[in-house]
């Protein structure tokens, strides 16, 4: 399987609402990735996780809780959202989180409205 | 931290003409350049990548050049067909943070 999965595809949810994304890749990578990307914009990254250990936040508000259940797994709790956090959300894998050269494979993305 | 500057933001060239993306980035520890092809409503995909200690590299139709003194580098596209026509985002990353820091995009158009 060379391939990173995202579920759901599309997720509308309320201010008040908690929902989880889910991430999963088979290649054996060891680092896990969340970007979060606006219409017309680059990824951002959000959350870097190395060998299941979280390793990089880039100052993301807590209404957005990461967790590595394992090394094929990657989840990305949401509660409280505001609208503007509406985006796609990719998901992406590397072969290590600090090593040289790692490639980054991406997910298809979940694309999130939040009402 | 590291910054990237794409430009053009949009390119439009005529089927069979080449098209040139350039990137520039700040943080000379920077090693890694991945560049990305990401149509409307699909995911990122690596097209071409570049290591610091390679100045050239190409795969059929692309090819990338990297300046570390100038640190400068750019995606190069030849005869270019309709189906190249989508954003494409160069990066840059270093070892130990192999987190990406992306370019702002250039949305390249092919004409028929």
């Known amino acids: 399987d060379t391939e990173v999965t995202q579920t759901p595809k599309h997720l509308v949810m309320g201010m008040t609402n908690k929902k989880s994304l889910k991430c999963e890749q088979h290649?054996?990578?060891?680092?896990m990735y969340w970007y979060k990307q606006k219409a017309k914009k680059p990824p951002e990254l959000m959350f870097v996780?190395?060998?299941?250990?979280?390793?990089i936040n880039e100052s993301v508000p807590s209404r957005f809780s990461p967790e590595c259940p394992n090394s094929s797994l990657l989840n990305l709790h949401l509660h409280a959202l505001q609208p503007e956090d509406s985006a796609l959300y990719l998901c992406?894998?590397?072969?290590?989180?600090?090593?040289?050269?790692?490639?980054?494979?991406f997910g298809p993305g979940t694309r999130l409205t939040v009402l | 931290g590291e910054n990237v500057e794409q430009h053009p933001s949009t390119l439009s060239v005529q089927e069979g003409d080449s098209a040139v993306i350039k990137c520039t980035y700040s943080?000379?520890?920077?090693?890694?350049f991945p560049w990305y092809k990401q149509e409307l409503g699909k995911r990122p995909q690596l097209i071409i990548d570049?290591?610091?200690?390679?100045g050239e590299k190409k795969d059929q139709r692309i090819a990338v050049t990297l300046n570390k003194t100038a640190k400068h580098f750019s995606l190069h596209i030849t005869e270019t067909q309709p189906e190249d026509s989508a954003v494409y985002f160069c990066?840059?990353?270093?070892?130990?943070?192999?987190?990406?820091?992306f370019g702002s995009g250039t949305r390249l158009q092919v004409q028929p």
């Open positions: 570049i290591r610091s200690n390679v």
């Open positions: 943080d000379s520890a920077s090693n890694y």
């Open positions: 992406a894998s590397s072969q290590t989180g600090t090593g040289a050269y790692n490639e980054q494979f």
């Open positions: 290649m054996g990578h060891r680092a």
């Open positions: 996780y190395s060998y299941e250990k979280l390793s």
């Open positions: 990066a840059a990353s270093k070892t130990g943070r192999r987190a990406l820091t």
